[in-house]
């Protein structure tokens, strides 16, 4: 895979972290995992909105909604105690929110293992990263496929 099939944006973050040396990559992710904003008050209060991604070891729910400009806003639950996977959904609202739903699903399935994570984070976590991704184009196949 390479770079060039990425979003501008997301191609900027796995070229950080892939030239980064080992420790600074997990610190990376430690930083994205706290830059992941709040969970919106109205998901907060009504969680049945959100869809689970069982295939991930830690707690995980999305939500996606169009915004006036056709860009999918993202909404991430993740626990503070899971900071590898807030870290990639950190990276995954910085990288996409606001996208167009085109660009999501255009979006590798793989691309996270082009970032230097494999050394850091053990294959299942690495797996929960791909559902994720994968539930997200999901959500947005599902529900802007005839939008657009």
Do not use: W
Request: glycine fraction near 6%.
């Amino acid at each position: 895979m390479t770079d060039a099939a990425l979003p501008e944006k997301l191609q900027a973050i796995t070229g950080l972290f892939r030239s980064a040396p080992k420790a600074l990559r997990l610190q990376a992710l430690l930083e994205y995992s706290r830059k992941l904003p709040p969970l919106a008050e109205k998901y907060v209060e009504h969680p049945e909105f959100m869809q689970p991604v069982p295939e991930c070891t830690s707690p995980f729910f999305l939500v996606t909604e169009q915004d006036a400009a056709g860009g999918v806003r993202l909404f991430f639950k993740v626990p503070e105690e899971a900071p590898t996977v807030r870290g990639y959904a950190g990276i995954l609202h910085e990288a996409l929110d606001g996208a167009t739903p085109e660009t999501i699903l255009n979006v590798p399935n793989d691309f996270y293992l082009n970032m230097g994570l494999t050394e850091l984070i053990t294959p299942m976590r690495l797996r929960g990263m791909g559902a994720i991704l994968t539930r997200l184009k999901n959500e947005v196949r599902e529900k802007y496929a005839t939008a657009g």
